[in-house]
C-alpha cells in the first residue's frame, strides 16, 4: 500500500455546521476603514509589524455575458484583534497596498486565493507574495480542493460561519460600504487567520 495517498475526508455540510455555535467575529468597533494618507501609511506599518494577516478582496459582481469584473474593490487584512477594510476608491490606499500585497516578510491568509491574484495584479500591478492558501493545506490533509471558509471554521474551531448570499453580491465599488458588507468582508479575513491560528489543533500543520 502506498503510505503516500492520503485518505478523503467528508467536509462538513452546511446542516452540520448550522448546527455547531456561533462565530462571533469582531465587532464593528474593531474594524477601521482608512480614509486619509496618515491612515493608511499607519495601517500599513501596523499590519507589517504583525507579520501575518487574515487576507480576502471582494469586488462588484458582473452579471452581464462577457463582462469584466474592474475589482477588487475592497481588500481586507485581518489581525488577531482587528482588521482593516481598504476601498480602492481611494487613491492613496493603491501605494500602500502594493507594498502589503507583494511583501514576502507579511504573510496573507486566506481561501482560494488563485482568482485574488489575478485581480490584484491586474488592478495593483503587483504580484502577490507571501501568501498560505489554506484550501491547499485542508487538501493535503484529505478534505476537497476546496474547503472554503464554512467548512474550515466548522473543522478546525467547531464553529458556525455564515456568509451571507446577498452581501456576497452586493455593490462592493460603493463609495459608502453599509455595516453590514464592512461586517462581512472584515470577518472573511478574520476567519481566515482564526482558522490558521487553529490548525495545530485541527491535526494540521502550515507548510
Known amino acids: 500500500m502506498n503510505s503516500n495517498i492520503i485518505k478523503r475526508r467528508p467536509a462538513p455540510s452546511k ?14 468597533e474593531r474594524v477601521l476603514l482608512p480614509q486619509t494618507p496618515a491612515d493608511f ?25 462577457g463582462e469584466q469584473s474592474s475589482g477588487p474593490h475592497v481588500v481586507q487584512l485581518a489581525l488577531t484583534d482587528k482588521a482593516f ?4 476608491h481611494h ?27 489575478g485581480q490584484i495584479h491586474a488592478k495593483l500591478g503587483v504580484r502577490l507574495g507571501g501568501v498560505l492558501d489554506l484550501d491547499h493545506l485542508f487538501r493535503q490533509a484529505g478534505y476537497p480542493k476546496s474547503t472554503g471558509v464554512r467548512a474550515a471554521v466548522g473543522i478546525a474551531l467547531g464553529q458556525r460561519f455564515h456568509k451571507s448570499k446577498k452581501t456576497t453580491t452586493s455593490n462592493w465599488a460603493l463609495a459608502q460600504l453599509s455595516e453590514r458588507q464592512v461586517l462581512y468582508a472584515a470577518n472573511d479575513a478574520y476567519a481566515a ?7 495545530p489543533g485541527a491535526g494540521l500543520r502550515p507548510a
Open 91 to 117: 487613491a492613496e490606499a493603491w501605494s500602500i497596498l502594493r507594498v502589503l500585497m507583494q511583501s514576502e516578510a507579511l504573510l496573507k491568509i486566506g481561501f482560494g486565493l488563485q482568482s485574488d491574484q
Open 85 to 88: 477594510v481598504f476601498q480602492l
Open 193 to 199: 487567520l482564526k482558522v490558521f491560528e487553529a490548525l
Open 41 to 65: 501609511a499607519a495601517a500599513g506599518e501596523e499590519i507589517m509589524a504583525a507579520g501575518r494577516a487574515g487576507f480576502d478582496t471582494e469586488s462588484k459582481p458582473t452579471f452581464a455575458p
Open 15 to 28: 446542516e452540520e455546521t448550522d448546527l455547531l455555535p456561533h462565530f462571533a467575529g469582531l465587532s464593528i
